[in-house]
């Protein structure tokens, strides 16, 4: 199935790439023009770092097979590779194995654009490459070469790889050395792929390029060792794929992954997606950059009735795929594969993005944050240089937070527990961690529902829950006493109070009487309504839990969390009241927080 949903990306993207091309960083230039018996101009491509379309196929081994034109330098060159000289710097290689090398990797390099140039014979571009070969004796090289450059042949400004001759040419040898493999004999049979008898392949011509860590030989399939044999058959004898399929369905893939539009990285994995039309908008982008707009359209789709009949007709003609791959010792590794409706993809990334919703009071509006985003919340937070250590990411977290997304599942279930853990050490909390433990409660867990919202639930009673909201109070009043205080509260018991809140809060509670009495001295309705608020708060438990478990800590934090949102709602409403020469009420002098000004900028991004 995932070839065959490769085959026919191939067919419908037929023309983008040459057979048996790919795009790869070009670093040396010979131009042949108007050289005659000189020697050519040599061009360093290096500072340019561009990719350019050219003749690719895969080797490996002892005997490795030249490509046409567009080789390294120690094929095109004669290139001996660079060593290090007595002080440690970097010089020509004198060992004569990597002479000898060079020089028989050369040769076979030179008979395969000899056979080329025997068989053009009128072309320009043949005669000169046939008279650069004959009297060209590499002896000497620029001083910045070195044998595993990539060297590109050129002619009167053109590429001379880029002829219509060398690619029918190339696609030809290709198919031939496919056919033969290394028993010399082309097999015909059944291809597993498109179902139809034809000559079928001893091994991928075609490397795959792209994917994080990948070698110079990176197989799609790959049965090379004895564990791996079928009937006592290795490679492609045990999984019969035909030319045509397996160099279509390795080009799509490479394609694929060179195509930014298409393709993302996630650590050491790579996620591709295509459809079968390729004009078909899957929002996939928004997963990467989720702009506000956009988003909300997908959001507002999740609430809307599905279809029916109607959707599964579109359903069936127009699929979307995805592939996560990683590599282990030049094997590809499919990590996920997932085929649905596009319909059904963009129902999904709505509920994605509606689970990780998140308010901002201070602004009034709801964030969203891409997949990398989400995943670099799991690291630790370095108060030094205030930003997260990317290093210390949980391996493939991001691209399971993809996964998660595709198939409308559950993240990892260790996620809750660590970025509970994350929290608590680094004493940080902002706008997507707040994101992502929404995220993970609501996909994890099959209870209290009804507090997995973006905005405060007052008339909760769930402890957990309840107990961030006293927290976030306790936390108001500290301030509005105490408005240049440098340790708050929460910097002191954050860690405690999350696992043990009845020790922490009876506390505080305590506490917070002198900071009561300091707010009666300036304003006695902003007093007595905080200390009401907080009465309130502490009537909705029977009484303060000792421990709480996993779950409850998360709700916590989603307490603290939606207290603090909804306070700064109302902190930027009552500074419009002032500004518009209003008297401010008891419960708007108590929501006028210190913290809440435009000095502190105009986002509730970062909470604690």
């Not at 009167?156 to 030809?172: N, Q, R």
């Not at 009937?231 to 397996?246: E, R, S, V, W, Y």
């Not at 929404?438 to 996909?443: C, D, E, Q, V």
């Amino acid at each position: 199935m995932l070839l065959q949903s490769l085959v026919q990306q191939a067919d419908s993207r037929q023309g983008d790439t040459p057979e048996y091309y790919l795009a790869r960083r070009v670093m040396w230039q010979v131009d042949l023009s108007g050289t005659g018996d000189g020697e050519p101009l040599v061009i360093d491509l290096r500072q340019e770092r561009r990719k350019i379309t050219v003749p690719y196929t895969g080797r490996s081994g002892k005997k490795p097979a030249p490509i046409l034109f567009v080789d390294t330098a120690q094929f095109a060159l004669a290139h001996p590779g660079l060593g290090r000289g007595p002080d440690g710097e970097k010089i020509l290689s004198t060992d004569s194995i990597d002479i000898t090398k060079a020089r028989t990797r050369h040769a076979t390099y030179r008979g395969l654009v000899t056979s080329w140039c025997n068989d053009h014979p009128h072309l320009p571009q043949a005669q000169a490459m046939a008279a650069w070969l004959n009297n060209h004796k590499p002896t000497a090289w620029p001083l910045e070469m070195d044998k595993d450059h990539l060297v590109a042949i050129s002619m009167d400004g053109e590429w001379v790889h880029d002829l219509p001759e060398a690619k029918s040419w190339w696609a030809a040898h290709t198919v031939e050395s496919a056919k033969r493999g290394k028993s010399g004999k082309a097999n015909h049979g059944l291809c597993l792929v498109c179902g139809r008898v034809m000559p079928l392949l001893s091994k991928l011509p075609v490397p795959i390029k792209g994917i994080p860590n990948s070698g110079m030989n990176t197989q799609l399939v790959c049965l090379n060792q004895r564990a791996h044999f079928r009937a006592g058959t290795k490679q492609l004898g045990a999984t019969p794929i035909c030319i045509d399929c397996g160099r279509k369905s390795a080009t799509a893939l490479n394609t694929l992954l060179s195509d930014p539009e298409h393709r993302a990285f996630a650590g050491d994995s790579a996620i591709v997606w295509w459809t079968r039309d390729p004009g078909t908008d899957t929002a996939m982008w928004t997963l990467r950059d989720p702009q506000p707009a956009e988003v909300a359209q997908l959001v507002a789709g999740v609430r809307q009735p599905r279809r029916g009949r109607d959707a599964l007709a579109v359903l069936n003609e127009d699929a979307f795929h995805a592939l996560t791959l990683r590599v282990n010792t030049n094997r590809v590794i499919v990590a996920d594969w997932i085929t649905i409706p596009v319909p059904e993809l963009k129902w999904r990334l709505g509920t994605w993005f509606a689970d990780q919703q998140t308010w901002d009071g201070w602004n009034n509006a709801y964030t969203y944050w891409s997949v990398w985003r989400l995943a670099l919340a799991c690291a630790r937070w370095d108060k030094r240089k205030k930003k997260y250590v990317d290093t210390t990411v949980p391996k493939h977290l991001q691209a399971d937070l993809t996964k998660a997304a595709l198939h409308g599942a559950a993240p990892p279930a260790h996620l809750l527990p660590v970025l509970l853990q994350r929290i608590r050490a680094d004493h940080r909390l902002d706008r997507p961690r707040v994101a992502l433990l929404r995220l993970a409660l609501i996909r994890t867990t099959v209870h209290h529902k009804e507090l997995c919202v973006p905005q405060l639930n007052p008339l909760s009673t769930e402890p957990g829950y309840v107990c961030g909201r006293i927290m976030a109070m306790l936390e108001a009043i500290q301030r509005k006493a105490m408005p240049k205080v440098n340790t708050t509260i929460i910097d002191k018991y954050l860690g405690t109070a999350v696992v043990s809140p009845r020790a922490v809060l009876t506390r505080l509670r305590i506490g917070a009487r002198p900071h009561l009495r300091t707010i009666a001295r300036t304003s006695d309705p902003a007093a007595k309504a905080m200390d009401s608020r907080l009465r309130d708060a502490f009537d909705l438990l029977d009484t303060i839990p000792a421990h709480l478990n996993t779950e409850q800590q998360a709700l916590f934090i989603l307490g603290y969390d939606h207290q603090r949102a909804h306070s700064a709602r109302a902190a930027a409403e009552a500074i419009k009241a002032r500004e518009a020469g209003k008297e401010l009420a008891a419960e708007q002098e108590a929501d006028a927080l210190p913290e809440a000004t435009a000095d502190d900028g105009s986002s509730d991004d970062t909470l604690w």
